[in-house]
């Protein structure tokens, strides 16, 4: 006669068996005063097991309604659709500033001609961002032997040629007080052209410093670059550009780095250059950056600016500035505003 | 759909939180926890949805358990090694007899290897045999072995603990 095992007396109090085994058992244990021993024990051992767990309990229950889990499950969906939909244009952000970048290079011949046929006007965007501040910036310039550079200094308004207008995509700055273009080129529309004389015809000393870069820099004026130069000035558009320093090199070398300014005054520095270049630059500077904040480390004042870069080639496009703007340059849009 | 949810909500919900909160000694945290296993079968709308939210509720436990070894804290949680727990030596303010008497289920509970205490949660928290199964990678048949030991160590742990207690007290 089989004896029943264990575990097959705790299966079966589990109610873990099939109707066939546990007739088995049972015929067995009305015969076996054993087993049926056994099968006692094993019923107060898993009563007690039971008991001891129901001690463990968190306490009192309450769940929310159904209705709050599934209204806050929809609230998530809807944030993580939204949370897609921002790193696409996060991602549209770079194409479009690496496709201007791309195409600045790939046209300056075309744009120079069309810059000899057509007047120059800034974005009138950027011209609202400095019209509805009164501080006055600088374009310092330097002597150059680069007959581009060498141009006699005169107010110059900006426009991009109209045959190279892409389409405009707006976005929320932090402040939400006034609003960025990011897409390569913003049209002007009439009539703005006096506005912009206005914006570039100013001078006195910057408002801010974006601080010193690596290597011998000559200062260019925004003026001084002036026509020609705009269509392959690799920036954020819509920003107005305050400073352009040059770094000389062989040719197609050199390193462009352009200052812009927000609203609020600060500064974002788009660097173009062959691509060891500017990843050193970029290095030092957030070296720089660091060590500079060491001291401030107490007041745990977090890092405040980032740098994106783009790399095509061996060339590198890196736009550094405050992490909270280009965040919400890349992320806040059409007004709704999370955390991120 | 939805009602068939709400109705397992309903009915599951205590359950998934006594499940977790026996894993994370934290009744806030095995709320939020069962909260979000909740939110994820609205997701993913399992064929069998009750098996599915232990398996969830179990790995969102596991997350948590490597989170508190992290913070140094509910050594219970750790692995299979029977361990000193801080609630097997109640504190000054634990005179409570009731808070004693947990504080020992929860110890015992840390004693068992990490495969015997996940059985028996599992079982408690009302899955069958099969589920127990799928869930752990045990065989069908090993479940019963396992909960039998299980259950022997559990209850063993914790007489053990009275006795010590006991001899401590007289």
């Given at each position: 006669?089989?004896?029943?095992?264990?575990?097959?007396?705790?299966?079966?109090?589990?109610?873990?068996?099939?109707?066939?085994?546990?007739?088995?058992?049972?015929?067995?244990?009305?015969?076996?005063?054993?087993?049926?021993?056994?099968?006692?024990?094993t019923?107060?051992?898993?009563?007690?097991?039971?008991?001891?767990l129901?001690?463990?309990?968190?306490?009192?229950?309450?769940?929310?309604?159904?209705?709050?889990?599934r209204?806050?499950?929809?609230?998530?969906?809807?944030?993580?659709?939204?949370?897609?939909?921002?790193?696409?244009?996060?991602?549209?952000?770079?194409?479009?500033?690496g496709?201007?970048?791309?195409?600045?290079?790939?046209?300056?011949?075309?744009?120079?001609?069309?810059?000899?046929?057509?007047?120059?006007?800034?974005?009138?965007?950027?011209?609202?961002?400095?019209?509805?501040?009164?501080?006055?910036?600088?374009?310092?310039?330097?002597?150059?032997?680069?007959?581009?550079?060498?141009?006699?200094?005169?107010?110059?308004?900006?426009r991009?040629?109209?045959?190279?207008?892409l389409?405009?995509?707006?976005?929320?700055?932090?402040?939400?007080?006034?609003?960025?273009?990011?897409?390569?080129?913003a049209?002007?529309?009439?009539?703005?052209?006096?506005?912009?004389?206005?914006?570039?015809?100013v001078?006195?000393?910057?408002?801010v410093?974006?601080?010193?870069?690596?290597?011998?820099?000559?200062?260019?004026?925004?003026?001084?670059?002036?026509?020609?130069?705009?269509?392959q000035?690799?920036?954020?558009?819509g920003l107005?550009?305050?400073?352009?320093?040059v770094?000389?090199?062989?040719?197609?070398?050199?390193?462009?780095?352009?200052?812009?300014?927000?609203?609020?005054?600060?500064?974002?520095?788009?660097?173009?250059?062959?691509?060891?270049?500017?990843?050193?630059?970029?290095?030092?500077?957030?070296a720089?950056?660091?060590?500079?904040?060491?001291?401030?480390?107490?007041?745990?004042n977090?890092?405040d600016?980032?740098?994106?870069?783009?790399?095509?080639?061996?060339?590198?496009?890196?736009?550094?500035?405050?992490?909270?703007?280009?965040?919400?340059?890349?992320?806040?849009?059409?007004?709704?505003?999370?955390?991120? | 759909?939805?009602?068939?949810?709400?109705?397992?909500?309903?009915t599951?919900?205590?359950t998934?939180v006594?499940?977790?909160?026996?894993r994370?000694?934290?009744?806030?945290?095995?709320?939020?926890l069962?909260?979000?296993?909740?939110?994820?079968?609205?997701?993913?709308r399992?064929?069998?949805?009750?098996?599915?939210?232990?398996?969830?509720?179990?790995?969102?436990?596991?997350?948590?358990?490597?989170?508190?070894?992290?913070?140094?804290?509910?050594?219970?949680?750790?692995?299979?090694?029977?361990?000193?727990?801080?609630?097997?030596?109640?504190?000054?303010?634990?005179?409570?007899?009731?808070?004693?008497?947990?504080?020992?289920?929860?110890?015992?509970?840390?004693?068992?290897?990490k495969?015997?205490?996940?059985?028996?949660?599992?079982?408690?928290?009302?899955?069958?045999?099969?589920?127990?199964?799928?869930?752990?990678?045990?065989?069908?048949g090993?479940?019963?072995?396992?909960?039998?030991?299980?259950?022997?160590?559990?209850?063993?742990a914790?007489?053990?603990?009275?006795?010590?207690?006991r001899?401590?007290?007289s």
């Open positions: 006669m089989r004896h029943i095992p264990d575990e097959e007396l705790h299966a079966y109090l589990d109610q873990a068996l099939s109707r066939s085994q546990c007739v088995e058992i049972e015929s067995h244990l009305a015969d076996c005063p054993g087993c049926s021993a056994l099968r006692d024990d019923a107060a051992l898993r009563d007690r097991t039971t008991a001891l129901a001690r463990l309990g968190p306490g009192p229950i309450v769940p929310p309604s159904f209705s709050t889990l209204d806050r499950y929809e609230a998530e969906r809807r944030w993580r659709r939204q949370w897609t939909v921002r790193a696409g244009w996060a991602a549209s952000l770079i194409l479009a500033a496709l201007g970048w791309k195409m600045n290079q790939r046209v300056q011949a075309e744009v120079a001609r069309l810059q000899a046929d057509a007047p120059f006007a800034v974005a009138p965007v950027a011209i609202r961002l400095l019209r509805s501040d009164s501080r006055s910036v600088t374009l310092p310039t330097a002597p150059t032997s680069k007959t581009l550079l060498s141009r006699p200094r005169q107010a110059v308004a900006l991009e040629p109209t045959s190279t207008r389409p405009v995509a707006a976005f929320q700055v932090a402040d939400e007080s006034a609003e960025v273009m990011v897409a390569s080129y049209p002007a529309p009439e009539g703005t052209d006096q506005a912009s004389q206005e914006v570039f015809s001078e006195s000393q910057p408002a410093s974006g601080g010193n870069l690596q290597g011998f820099w000559r200062n260019v004026g925004v003026d001084g670059l002036e026509p020609s130069t705009p269509g000035l690799p920036r954020v558009p107005p550009v305050i400073q352009v320093q770094q000389p090199g062989e040719a197609g070398a050199e390193v462009t780095a352009v200052d812009q300014q927000l609203e609020d005054g600060q500064l974002i520095r788009t660097i173009e250059g062959p691509a060891a270049k500017v990843s050193s630059l970029i290095a030092t500077q957030e720089e950056d660091a060590s500079n904040r060491q001291p401030a480390a107490a007041n745990s977090p890092p600016k980032m740098t994106l870069t783009l790399r095509q080639g061996d060339r590198m496009l890196a736009v550094t500035g405050p992490s909270k703007v280009l965040g919400s340059l890349m992320i806040s849009r059409g007004g709704v505003r999370r955390r991120y | 759909m939805a009602d068939e949810l709400e109705e397992l909500y309903r599951t919900y205590p998934v006594r499940f977790l909160y026996r994370v000694w934290d009744a806030d945290r095995a709320q939020d069962a909260q979000e296993v909740f939110m994820r079968l609205m997701a993913h399992p064929e069998k949805p009750r098996a599915w939210l232990f398996a969830v509720a179990a790995n969102l436990a596991r997350d948590e358990a490597r989170a508190a070894v992290r913070r140094k804290r509910h050594l219970t949680l750790l692995k299979d090694d029977p361990v000193t727990l801080p609630s097997m030596q109640p504190s000054a303010e634990e005179t409570v007899e009731q808070d004693e008497r947990r504080s020992k289920v929860e110890a015992a509970l840390g004693a068992l290897t495969r015997d205490r996940e059985v028996l949660l599992l079982w408690d928290a009302g899955m069958s045999y099969p589920e127990i199964a799928q869930q752990t990678g045990l065989a069908l090993a479940v019963g072995t396992t909960l039998a030991r299980a259950r022997k160590r559990l209850v063993d914790y007489d053990r603990m009275e006795q010590q207690s001899a401590a007290h």
